[in-house]
């Protein structure tokens, strides 16, 4: 069994302010593992998982 999750949007919604800054690139890092590790545990053993950031 195989799928793929798409994750779009994140950037655009941490980025209230004119900059990306360091504060706002380990909180998007922070969701983006939180996601993954969200993948990995609900996944059944047989699948075949890819999660694709945009």
């Known amino acids: 069994m195989r799928g793929m999750i798409l994750v779009s949007g994140i950037r655009e ?6 900059r990306w800054t360091a504060r706002k690139e380990k909180e998007y890092q922070e969701l983006r593992s939180y996601i993954e590790d969200l993948v990995v545990r609900n996944a059944r053993p047989d699948q075949d998982l890819s999660v694709l950031f945009f």
């Open 13 to 18: 919604t941490l980025s209230t302010g004119r």
